[in-house]
């Protein structure tokens, strides 16, 4: 059996042993358990991408293993499949890579937490999951791990279920990824009936035979699409995001990082010669990105929750991912999802460093003057915003570069402008939580400032690697005008990820928008310095100033509200009325109206059943001549 097939397993393992035991276990047992077992996963990841790149060398880039058949049903047919290429390399590294830090971090973050076990355990589930994800060989068993995932979101995000605003988060990603899987399995279906199969092998193969039609491939492409959004929190499905900050930090690093959230990207990548064959579903995906990442950045200029922030920058992220994507730059598309895993999990984690801190406070105006409070989360949360705004040299900088490079070589102006403004909007937004929280007059209370702590070790060493792979991963994949060769990310993926087609930018135009993209990153660090440090009193200006542009971008557009007013409302009242007429006029009348004629029945019988002897008697002689007139007559 391939040391691939067991990545998987160690996280199950680990999570079924918790669930059944975990409430009888010592902490450091499970701490050890749990922490163990993504370890193990990260280790078969490690030998699993060496043995990858020893076959390779051979011109095997692709390995797969069947456990079984899982489902035969005439002519569907789906196995229980393993698939380890490159792709999924670079996915399992992440996962467990970056699992495994949040997972060490969380002994430190929950270590006063009352269900400590069902904590770990549900991390282990989401963990294998999106293992699951990555590794399968066909789409019906990659929607296992797609609602593994979705199912794992949902009960972590509602950890806290005592406090209603974080069980009613959970079940709002939980109903909201329901609307895109609905998609999701609808293009699976209309794929199967145009190529008689989901193996991801064979439907390169049928695409590549032009065996589906045109507009069926461009059907089955949208469809998935909306799968997509709705896992990684695009429009119109992204409303779930924000409110999954109810869950603990780590579970937010995770969501956010290396699961969930880049299953959607993921599977486009994944599926690229599908959407290669479908130009029309090509330009959706990267317009919808590039919408997504400037709207999202918007409302992140206002936001107050620390964590909040970080949501949006993530929703806004993921659009870059997508327009890569959606130009045909699939494997610069990956490339930012492997950097953005990085710096990420290390912003949400240092944004936990902060909250643990202050004891729980998340608003940014109740900050300030923290970098000398805390002298090891302040400066990798710098690394963190640095690599973010697109700093020249860190990795946001060359993966960001490489997606808005391909865009305007493809001709793609629009989604190429678009991208540039949402660089200038991260840069501004993330130094704007950078000066509030850490620079300035202190705003909290002083029994907060008594209690005020840098982070144990625990989850501060935690942080100090994710900051130096943040800064180094990006050297992975340098920019084409350094030579062909000089993005070995791209190289490493070309087996199975369709390079950009060539564009018709010049060289000196390369330079300029690689210029352009730092240029951008400075301009919004400058604004925000000149907002929040140098001139304090703009922000307050620029809001009265402009009151209803402020409430509109706080409110995140009313989106919440009109879905309520359009969706939400409407099937309450229409549950209700169908509750109150069919369920209780209908259902339950018949039900009562049942039980009421048998007691009427009851009564009646009742009323012969006197207890007097001479009662009976009668009855009986009263019988006795009704039978007897009976026979003789």
């Known amino acids: 059996m391939p040391v691939f ?11 079924l042993v918790l669930f059944l035991f975990g409430r009888r276990l010592p902490r450091r047992t499970i701490s050890a358990l749990a922490c163990s077992t993504i370890a193990a996963a990260f280790v078969f990841s490690v030998a ?22 899982w489902i035969s049903a005439g002519a569907f047919r789906a196995d229980a499949a393993f698939r380890f290429d490159p792709l999924a390399a670079v996915m399992v590294l992440v996962v467990t890579g970056v699992g495994l830090l949040i997972h060490v971090y969380s002994v430190g973050y929950m270590s006063r937490e009352r269900d400590y076990g069902r904590y770990f355990a549900c991390l282990n589930l989401f ?3 999106m293992l699951l994800l990555v590794l399968a060989d066909n789409l019906v068993f990659m929607f296992v791990g797609w609602e593994g995932v979705g199912l794992c979101s949902y009960l972590l995000i509602g950890y806290w279920f005592e406090k209603p605003s974080a069980a009613d988060a959970g079940k709002k990603a939980f109903l909201v990824n329901r609307i895109g899987d609905a998609g999701f399995l609808l293009g699976i279906l209309f794929l199967w009936t145009a190529a008689g199969t989901t193996s991801f092998f064979s439907l390169e193969i049928a695409v590549a035979g032009s065996v589906i039609a045109p507009s ?44 969930m959230v880049t299953a959607g990207v993921y599977m486009v990548a994944r599926l690229n010669p599908l959407y290669s064959f479908s130009p029309a579903a090509g330009q959706i995906v990267a317009f919808v990105g590039a919408l997504t990442a400037v709207y999202a950045g918007t409302i992140a200029l206002v936001q107050n929750d620390i964590k909040r922030v970080l949501a949006y920058s993530t929703i806004s992220q993921l659009g870059y991912m997508f327009l890569g994507c959606g130009v045909g730059a699939y494997a610069a598309g990956v490339f930012h999802l492997f950097t953005h895993a990085f710096f990420k999990s290390l912003l949400f984690l240092a944004a936990g460093s902060v909250i643990h801190a202050l004891s729980g406070e998340q608003d940014l105006r109740r ?81 907060v400032k008594s209690h005020i702590h840098e982070s144990p070790a625990v989850m501060t060493r935690p942080l100090a690697v994710l900051a130096f792979l943040s800064i180094v991963a990006g050297f992975t994949g340098l920019p084409a005008v350094l030579g062909k060769r000089a993005n070995l990310f791209s190289r490493f993926l070309e087996p199975v990820v369709r390079p950009a087609a060539e564009g018709n930018l010049s060289l000196g135009a390369e330079w300029t928008l690689i210029l352009a993209s730092a240029a951008c990153a400075a301009v ?26 402020y409430r509109l971008l706080g409110r995140g557009y009313y989106v919440d509200e009109i879905y309520g007013a359009i969706v939400v409302n409407p099937l309450v009242r229409g549950a209700d009325a169908v509750y109150r007429r069919f369920d209780l006029g209908i259902i339950d009348a018949a039900v009562d109206g049942t039980g009421r004629a048998a007691g009427y029945f009851g009564k009646a019988a009742g009323l012969v059943q006197t207890g007097w002897i001479k009662d009976y008697a009668l009855a009986v002689l009263f019988g006795l001549v009704i039978f007897l007139g009976v026979l003789l007559f």
């Open 5 to 15: 097939v067991f990545i998987p397993l160690a996280p199950v393992l680990g999570a």
């Open 48 to 69: 699993a991408f060496i043995n990858l790149l020893s076959t390779a060398a051979s011109g095997q880039n692709i390995l797969t293993y069947k456990l079984f058949t």
């Open 127 to 129: 963990t294998f999951a």
């Open 216 to 259: 069926l491939a461009t059907l089955s492409a949208v469809l998935l699409f909306i799968g997509a959004a709705g896992k990684s929190a695009q429009i119109p499905l992204y409303i779930w995001l924000p409110d999954a900050m109810e869950g603990p930090t780590p579970v937010s690093a995770l969501i956010h990082a290396a699961t």
């Open 367 to 447: 900050m300030g003057g923290l970098k000398k409070y805390l002298p090891r989360t302040y400066p990798v949360f710098l690394v963190g915003a640095l690599v973010i705004a697109g700093v020249p040299f860190l990795s946001g900088f060359f993966s960001k570069d490489a997606i808005l490079v391909s865009a305007f070589a493809r001709g793609q102006w629009f989604v190429g402008i678009l991208g540039l403004a949402g660089a200038v909007l991260t840069a501004f937004y993330m130094f704007r939580l950078i000066f509030l929280a850490f620079f300035g007059n202190e705003r909290f209370p002083a029994e």
């Open 524 to 549: 919004g660090i400058w604004l925000a310095y000149l907002f929040y440090v140098r001139n304090t009193a703009l922000p307050g200006r620029w809001a009265a100033r402009l009151p209803r542009i």
